[in-house]
């Protein structure tokens, strides 16, 4: 009798009759059929999904974001073209693709010029609607407050735009640190224009000085700034600005044309010449680097005839004014008889065309005026000195009474006369 035998693989005992284990005769189970396999491709599959999906979803909203930004350019291309009524319709396709795309600061941007752009066409009404929304979700954001202001200016509403003015000056900017003090300046430069174009000078003056105060470092805007002094009548500290825009930037035409009026107007002659000067060469310059005298050439033109106006004045005022510092009595009466020549001379050439009276000296002053030569006058005058200043208020009323009665001198000489005499009477009122 045949002994069992032994399984090698489960163990078990091989019946008799048989050659080979029951276990060996079981289908094969291939890896494929485990569990374990089946699951992980399962979660593979659901990650292959899942990227697909999520890469469809960036697509479409790119997509939309895209053609938020394609129709916001193309309104902002409307506007400015004096489209406003396209524009709107482009902004309003623009903020429909960009809700929940694009970030609220840019969909802010989007909101504030669809605003313009109703605005543009005359819906007030509905533009204020819409910044009161905007500005309740942000108070203190300065964009809002200053469109809000230009709108409560442009209806009327003097307190409304006197307190978002503030907001703009005082909120949110952009949080860009150079752009933040150019927007703040701008927006209180506007608010100054604002006060001195409903004739609020003494409110305008303390926002033209802060704004001074902290302009960026730009020769360009010190400029700007100084110029509005100007014009204020300050010309001490728009001679500091200017100034200030030199050290920037030596060559900047606006400021060496700026500080050359300043100084002329404070009448520091020696730096009106120096700087009237390099205005001058430096826009002779500029035309010929630039072959034109920028945007505006008209008003280029006049404000180079000004300047050519004021540097001959200062010129003529440092060789006729008699009252100059260091003179000897001489010098001095030469001076005052060639103002006088010229006074006549005008003067005379009014009378004939107008049929005006002419003005006569005192007694006191006929040595002088009917001398029989200008030598003699001057000799006789600087020999009786005291009786210059007389004939200098003599040579003003004749100036004057031809600046009244035809026009404002146009000659150098006859405009350093009546400037001399102004200021002798600004002096000894």
Same mark, same amino acid.
């Given at each position: 009798?045949?002994?069992?035998?032994?399984?090698?693989?489960?163990?078990?005992?091989?019946?008799?009759?048989?050659?080979?284990?029951?276990?060996?005769?079981?289908?094969?189970?291939?890896?494929?059929?485990?569990?374990?396999?089946?699951?992980?491709?399962?979660?593979?599959?659901?990650?292959?999904?899942?990227?697909?999906?999520?890469?469809?979803?960036?697509?479409?909203?790119?997509?939309?974001?895209?053609?938020?930004?394609?129709?916001?350019?193309?309104?902002?291309?409307?506007?400015?073209?004096?489209?406003?009524?396209?524009?709107?319709?482009?902004?309003?396709?623009?903020?429909?693709?960009?809700?929940?795309?694009?970030?609220?600061?840019?969909?802010?941007?989007?909101?504030?010029?669809?605003?313009?752009?109703?605005?543009?066409?005359?819906?007030?009404?509905?533009?204020?609607?819409?910044?009161?929304?905007?500005?309740?979700?942000?108070?203190?954001?300065?964009?809002?407050?200053?469109?809000?202001?230009?709108? !409560?200016?442009?209806? =009327? @509403?003097?307190? &409304? +735009?006197? /307190? *978002?003015?503030? $907001? #703009? %000056?005082?909120?949110?900017?952009?949080?860009?640190?150079?752009?933040?003090?150019?927007?703040?300046?701008?927006?209180?430069?506007?608010?100054?224009?604002?006060?001195?174009?409903?004739?609020?000078?003494?409110?305008?003056?303390?926002?033209?000085?802060?704004?001074?105060?902290?302009?960026?470092?730009?020769?360009?805007?010190?400029?700007?700034?100084?110029?509005?002094?100007?014009?204020?009548?300050?010309?001490?500290?728009?001679?500091?600005?200017?100034?200030?825009?030199?050290?920037?930037?030596?060559?900047?035409?606006?400021?060496?044309?700026?500080?050359?009026?300043? !100084?002329?107007?404070? =009448? @520091?002659?020696? &730096? +009106?010449? /120096? *700087?009237?000067? $390099? #205005? %001058?060469?430096?826009?002779?310059?500029?035309?010929?680097?630039?072959?034109?005298?920028?945007?505006?050439?008209?008003?280029?033109?006049?404000?180079?005839?000004?300047?050519?106006?004021?540097?001959?004045?200062?010129?003529?005022?440092?060789?006729?004014?008699?009252?100059?510092?260091?003179?000897?009595?001489?010098?001095?009466?030469?001076?005052?008889?060639?103002?006088?020549?010229?006074?006549?001379?005008?003067?005379?050439?009014?009378?004939?065309?107008?049929?005006?009276?002419?003005?006569?000296?005192?007694?006191?002053?006929?040595?002088?005026?009917?001398?029989?030569?200008?030598?003699?006058?001057?000799?006789?005058?600087?020999?009786?000195?005291?009786?210059?200043?007389?004939?200098?208020?003599?040579?003003?009323?004749?100036?004057?009474?031809?600046?009244?009665?035809?026009?404002?001198?146009?000659?150098?000489?006859?405009?350093?006369?009546?400037?001399?005499?102004?200021?002798?009477?600004?002096?000894?009122?």
């Amino acid at each position: 009798m045949e002994s069992s035998q032994i399984c090698p693989k489960c163990g078990r005992t091989i019946p008799e009759g048989h050659i080979v284990c029951r276990c060996s005769m079981r289908p094969r189970r291939y890896w494929l059929h485990s569990r374990e396999t089946i699951l992980l491709l399962c979660v593979f599959g659901l990650v292959i999904a899942f990227g697909i999906t999520g890469f469809a979803a960036r697509l479409y909203h790119g997509r939309r974001a895209e053609l938020a930004r394609s129709w916001f350019d193309r309104g902002n291309a409307e506007l400015k073209a004096g489209r406003a009524e396209a524009a709107l319709s482009d902004f309003r396709t623009a903020l429909i693709y960009a809700q929940h795309e694009l970030a609220p600061e840019q969909q802010r941007e989007y909101e504030l010029n669809f605003v313009q752009a109703l605005i543009a066409i005359g819906k007030n009404d509905e533009a204020r609607s819409y910044l009161l929304d905007l500005w309740e979700r942000g108070p203190g954001n300065s964009r809002i407050n200053l469109e809000l202001a230009r709108l !409560a200016g442009r209806i =009327g @509403n003097d307190a &409304d +735009a006197r /307190r *978002y003015y503030n $907001g #703009a %000056i005082y909120g949110v900017w952009d949080p860009n640190a150079g752009d933040v003090l150019r927007q703040r300046m701008d927006a209180r430069l506007e608010f100054y224009h604002y006060l001195m174009d409903h004739g609020e000078k003494t409110e305008a003056q303390p926002e033209l000085l802060a704004t001074a105060a902290a302009v960026p470092p730009d020769p360009a805007l010190h400029a700007l700034v100084g110029g509005l002094m100007l014009e204020a009548g300050q010309p001490q500290p728009a001679f500091d600005q200017f100034q200030q825009a030199l050290r920037l930037g030596p060559r900047n035409y606006e400021a060496l044309a700026g500080a050359g009026e300043a !100084a002329f107007q404070l =009448g @520091n002659d020696r &730096d +009106a010449i /120096r *700087y009237l000067e $390099g #205005a %001058i060469r430096e826009g002779a310059q500029e035309k010929r680097r630039s072959g034109s005298q920028g945007a505006d050439p008209a008003a280029r033109e006049t404000e180079q005839a000004q300047v050519m106006q004021d540097l001959a004045i200062a010129q003529a005022t440092l060789a006729l004014d008699p009252n100059r510092p260091g003179l000897d009595p001489t010098e001095r009466a030469r001076r005052a008889i060639r103002a006088y020549d010229a006074a006549v001379t005008r003067i005379e050439s009014c009378a004939k065309e107008h049929g005006i009276a002419l003005p006569a000296p005192s007694v006191n002053l006929t040595p002088f005026t009917d001398a029989a030569s200008d030598e003699l006058a001057v000799v006789t005058l600087s020999k009786h000195i005291e009786q210059l200043e007389p004939l200098m208020e003599f040579v003003f009323q004749m100036e004057s009474t031809a600046t009244e009665n035809c026009a404002p001198p146009s000659d150098p000489t006859n405009a350093t006369i009546m400037r001399i005499g102004e200021k002798t009477h600004a002096s000894h009122p």
